[in-house]
């Protein structure tokens, strides 16, 4: 299972998660200054958003229609810190891992 096809937008100044989400094998990461500068939100696979003091809020989620028009696209947002605590990491290792499946499924039945 790889995760190079999985794809991240990072808003605000988070190092410590960017150097984390690499050694995950996550190569394809954008980086905001702000999330107001997301052009396109439905693009990205996990939004990564710099909060200190909201980090821990689960469950966020963005929901629009898709570029494209078939159907809604569905992208799940997380507030963090600098440094992101041991806790975070842990969790975001495991939303990688869950998306990593994910899109590694949709490929196959789209290639298949």
């Known amino acids: 299972m790889t995760n190079q096809n999985i ?3 990072i808003c605000g100044e ?3 998660t ?3 989400l690499l050694k995950q094998g996550v190569m394809n990461i954008d980086r905001y200054d ?3 500068e997301l052009h396109e939100e439905t693009e990205y696979h996990l939004i990564l958003i710099y909060a200190p003091n909201a980090e821990g809020i689960l469950d966020t989620v963005y929901v629009r229609k898709t ?5 809604d696209a569905t ?3 997380r507030l963090l810190n600098e440094p992101a605590c041991d806790s975070a990491l842990l969790e975001l290792r495991s939303m990688i ?8 499924a949709d490929s196959t039945e789209a290639m298949g």
């Open 7 to 9: 794809r991240v937008a």
């Open 97 to 104: 891992r869950d998306i990593a499946s994910a899109v590694n």
């Open 75 to 77: 992208v799940p947002i």
């Open 34 to 36: 702000d999330a107001a």
């Open 18 to 20: 960017f150097n984390y």
């Open 67 to 71: 570029a494209s028009g078939k159907g």
């Open 14 to 16: 988070l190092p410590t």
